[in-house]
């Protein structure tokens, strides 16, 4: 059987098993100038009934393409490949946020400043009280990892980032305490 006919027995044999049929041309084209494998790709767009008998037919020539066919998993789509933009909502800003927006006089500079300086002061505020949590958390981890029996290297590392942690949180509080 040729290439032709053992392709259109396919897409015979998936139209009818799904139950999708397709619509080919029956013109001529360049490549089939004699509009014989149009003719023959119309005759799939018949019904299911007129289509019955030539199915008998085609599983007594390709038992084991009809198989191949019925077992073969449906072909999932693609994902989108294309890159993810981000997209912000569009929504009123928070009453917080727009607490926090300088409302006096954009010209005096030292207004200005005093209001960014009340913004950085609480930020330290903020982190020195964080950093209070995060180090009692950190220091019971310490506590488990030693328990567990970690490695020094592991436990030195963590001892480390718990110095560090606290070196800086009291550098702000000092600074905090100094204005």
Not at 81 to 98: D, G, V
Not at 109 to 127: G, I, S, T, V
């Amino acid at each position: 059987m040729n290439a032709v006919k053992v392709s259109l027995l396919l897409i015979l044999i998936i139209s009818f098993t799904t139950g999708c049929y397709v619509l080919w041309p029956t013109t001529t084209s360049a490549r089939d100038p004699s509009g014989t494998a149009a003719h023959e790709l119309a005759a799939i767009a018949e019904p299911k009934a007129k289509i019955a008998p030539a199915l008998v037919q085609v599983e007594a020539l390709q038992p084991d393409a009809i198989a191949l066919v019925q077992t073969t998993p449906q072909a999932t789509p693609e994902p989108d490949s294309s890159p993810i933009i981000y997209l912000p909502p569009i929504a009123k800003s928070s009453e917080q946020h727009l607490s926090n927006a300088y409302q006096g006089d954009l010209d005096d500079h030292e207004a200005y400043q005093r209001h960014q300086q009340k913004q950085q002061d609480k930020l330290k505020h903020e982190f020195v009280a964080a950093s209070k949590i995060k180090i009692a958390k950190l220091e019971s981890l310490l506590a488990q990892g030693i328990a567990a029996g970690l490695e020094e290297s592991q436990l030195a590392e963590a001892r480390e980032k718990i110095a560090a942690l606290a070196a800086l949180s009291h550098k702000l509080q000092t600074e905090l305490e100094s204005n």
